[in-house]
């Protein structure tokens, strides 16, 4: 059964507290099975790693081709997955990407173990997760608004966040126990990943599908791409949060470069003080998310603003750090403003499109956040090579600042603009306009379009 505005199950009452879109049952166990199936996938991508490494006597141009097979395809298949998620059912996409996955990480794990694996094995295989991933991940972030509705998607957003970033630290460090106990065997990280899948394919199949708040499916119609990109480009408010996700994630999210060159160029250690530093940043990063699950309505676009100025000055100041422990230290308030931002432009993107397009509109957040990585984190390692490893922190963080900062005078456009700074409790505010200025979510701005219609209705009878 498919239900429209008229007929959506009718939302109790979110209540408060950090964890509340628990509460609802489909997401309470989507997401624990969520915890199983990413730890999976980060013990895969540790074992992927490691394994391109044996096969390729250590080249760093095979370990940069992966992490492009990875999120390349995000750049050509998202905005296919928005289609997707916008015309059919949710829920039965997921099934069919969550078990292709799987099939692929069973397939890797089979030709590891019986020891017939190539490197081009290994970049077929990654080319086509990273492919299956970019239609599954608009899906599934369209799918999360349909398990908890609009009251409880920021703090489901949230959660999800700490859920990714709780797997980051579990999944890494079994997977080096797992391999390590194996001699160096990296098929057991890979059947491990491929069983997780069934955890989401379960709880996929568990859910109550009458209690889900489905929008109105789209009929299949030609140009459907181009239309998500219109409704896009006449939002300003969703061109803002997409322009400021695409630089940060371009040339600030690439942690994964920055922090392995710090470790072995300039602080001249091993394996063993990257997986620390990585470690640091997974720990501001779950603070972060923990820290966003206490919002409960849209963000602001100035709170927009300030997140990724504010990371960006971490970022600036993480490369300037002389010493290990200054940087690592550093790098949990960096890890926590890098997923405050994060969560912030996501839930703010969510909650600003409409139910019938935000699978497409999802597509091409992700397309903007993930789709630069492939060209962010070569000339991000480029700057680091020849000019020093803080030298990649150092410019990647001053982009993010111009960028803000360059979004904050757009927004401030013919209005009066003001930064308070307060220290007890220590905060940092932009004011844009008139205190309270909001840009309404896209069931405020329906329910705003009803009662013009309505009153315009009423005007016409009254002459």
Aim: aromatic share 8%; hydrophobic share 50%; with cysteine.
């Amino acid at each position: 059964m498919t239900c429209t505005n008229a007929d959506q199950p009718t939302s109790p009452d979110p209540g408060r507290g950090s964890f509340r879109a628990l509460r609802v049952r489909n997401f309470r166990i989507f997401a624990s099975a969520n915890l199983v199936s990413l730890t999976g996938t980060w013990m895969q991508r540790i074992g992927q790693d490691w394994l391109v490494l044996q096969l390729s006597d250590d080249s760093g141009i095979a370990l940069g081709l992966i992490t492009a097979l990875q999120f390349g395809p995000s750049l050509l298949l998202s905005m296919y997955g928005g289609v997707l998620a916008d015309r059919y059912d949710k829920r039965r996409v997921l099934l069919l990407t969550q078990a292709l996955m799987g099939v692929l990480a069973l397939v890797l794990a089979l030709l590891v173990a019986t020891d017939v694996v190539a490197l081009w094995h290994v970049f077929a295989l990654a080319g086509g997760l990273g492919a299956v991933a970019a239609i599954d991940a608009p899906v599934r972030q369209a799918f999360v608004s349909e398990m908890v509705g609009p009251q409880l998607l920021t703090n489901a957003v949230s959660l999800n966040s700490t859920i990714f970033n709780g797997a980051r630290l579990i999944g890494p460090s079994l997977a080096g126990l797992l391999i390590g106990a194996s001699s160096g065997d990296t098929a057991p990280a890979f059947f491990v990943n491929a069983a997780s899948f069934a955890f989401t394919i379960a709880a996929l199949t568990w859910m109550r599908a009458s209690e889900l708040r489905r929008s109105e499916p789209v009929g299949r119609k030609k140009g459907q791409l181009r239309e998500g990109l219109r409704y896009t480009w006449a939002h300003p408010d969703l061109v803002l949060a997409m322009a400021l996700a695409f630089v940060i994630g371009t040339f600030g999210f690439n942690y994964q470069v920055t922090i392995a060159l710090m470790a072995r160029e300039q602080f001249d250690l091993g394996a063993q003080a990257f997986g620390l530093l990585s470690t640091t940043f997974a720990i501001g990063s779950l603070t972060g998310a923990l820290l966003s699950t206490r919002r409960s309505v849209r963000p602001r676009q100035r709170f927009l603003v300030v997140s990724a100025v504010v990371f960006g000055l971490l970022t600036v100041v993480s490369g300037l750090m002389p010493g290990y422990v200054s940087f690592a230290v550093l790098l949990v308030p960096t890890g926590a403003a890098a997923l405050i931002f994060s969560v912030a432009n996501n839930s703010f993107v969510q909650l600003g499109a409409d139910p019938q397009m935000r699978g497409r509109v999802m597509a091409l957040y992700f397309m903007c956040f993930m789709g630069g990585t492939p060209l962010g984190a070569p000339l991000i390692g480029w700057i680091s090579e020849h000019l020093g490893a803080p030298w990649g922190l150092i410019l990647g963080g001053a982009v993010c600042v111009v960028a803000g900062v360059g979004a904050g005078i757009w927004l401030a456009r013919g209005r009066r603009v003001r930064l308070e700074a307060g220290l007890t409790p220590p905060r940092l505010r932009l004011r844009v306009g008139a205190p309270g200025t909001r840009v309404p979510s896209a069931p405020l701005r329906a329910a705003q379009e009803a009662a013009a219609e309505q009153g315009s209705g009423h005007q016409t009878v009254g002459r």
